[in-house]
């Protein structure tokens, strides 16, 4: 039988390219982007798309029937790509910020969980895939927003497996390092939404986190592109025994390890000339 999946935040990057690499290797994809211009631009490449907006609980709702009317009501897995990372020093931080931040990259991924597992625990199986990141395992300066968002999620995760135990469903979290997408120049317009980096004490700092969110070519020597992520997601979703988590990139690698390793201060020596 087809295997249907459902991923989230397919506009570009590792959403894009996953709705595609699944499809090519036979599973039915339903991706899933917030704008109406991506979903018929999906649409017209050949996938299987709906609207879903993780800020948007109704939406949300709108998109699993979308999605389930397309499948005839069957769902083996789901990745929850979607998010964004929202910078700015946790001092400068409108609270706004913080809970849009957590709108999209917790609550919304809570409340489509919500509307699918019944799904999956009928059907007695099914692959739940949360596309976290090493800044899930490691904190960095001017990244409080993002970082607490997927610390969370780590959390959310590690108790959803304790729970879901001996019901079919498994889950996984996929954690990147950086990955050459439209991440940064997504997070750099969420920085001028809410960051006055002039009238902060971090301005200096913002210069570089600027010059970084908009530098052309690969963010660090670790980078990878999406497809990195691919084979950690093919494995989550096919394994008999899929892992609970995957690292990608030596970044993450090095990071998992690290922290491991060294003590909260050397850690932070570190990561503080890793910088802004
Ligand atoms: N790139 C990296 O270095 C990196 C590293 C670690 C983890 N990750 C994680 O990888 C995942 C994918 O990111 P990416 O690197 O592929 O970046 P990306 O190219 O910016 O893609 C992010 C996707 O999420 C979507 N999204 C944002 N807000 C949304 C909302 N409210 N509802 C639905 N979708 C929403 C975006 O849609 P719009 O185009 O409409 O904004 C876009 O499709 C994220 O969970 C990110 O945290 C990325």
């Known amino acids: 039988m ?93 609270t706004r910020a913080l809970r849009q931040q957590f709108e999209t990259n917790l609550f919304g991924t809570h409340h489509l969980i919500r509307q699918v597992l019944p799904v999956m625990l009928q059907a007695g199986s099914g692959r739940i895939i949360q596309n976290s ?15 607490a968002s997927k610390f969370a999620l780590e ?32 997070a750099r317009e969420a920085f001028l939404r809410h960051i006055d980096p002039e009238q902060s004490r971090h301005r200096q700092g913002y210069r570089q986190t600027l010059a970084r969110l908009q530098k052309p070519g690969p963010s660090s020597r670790y980078s990878l592109p999406a497809e990195a992520c691919m084979p950690p997601l093919l494995h989550a979703l096919d394994s008999r025994r899929p892992k609970t988590r995957y690292p990608v990139t030596r970044a993450t690698l090095m990071m998992a390890w690290l922290r491991r390793l060294l003590s909260d201060r050397a850690l932070d020596r570190l990561l503080l000339k890793a910088g802004g």
């Open 155 to 186: 959390g959310y995760t590690d108790t959803l497996r304790l729970e879901l135990h001996g019901t079919g469903v498994q889950v996984s979290l996929i954690e990147p390092g950086p990955i050459e997408t439209r991440f940064r120049a997504n």
């Open 2 to 94: 087809t295997r249907s999946v459902l991923i989230t935040g397919c506009s570009s990057g590792i959403g894009e390219c996953a709705a595609h690499h699944l499809q090519a290797r036979g599973f039915r994809v339903i991706a899933s982007a917030r704008r109406e211009q991506d979903v018929t631009r999906l649409q017209q490449q050949g996938l299987a798309a709906v609207r879903l907006d993780l800020a948007d609980e109704a939406s949300i709702e709108e998109g699993v029937a979308q999605a389930l009317a397309l499948t005839g009501g069957e769902l083996y897995g789901l990745f929850n790509n979607g998010a964004y990372g929202q910078p700015g020093a946790v001092e400068d931080l409108p």
């Open 133 to 147: 990141s090493v800044l899930g395992l490691v904190a960095m300066a001017y990244r409080g927003a993002y970082n």
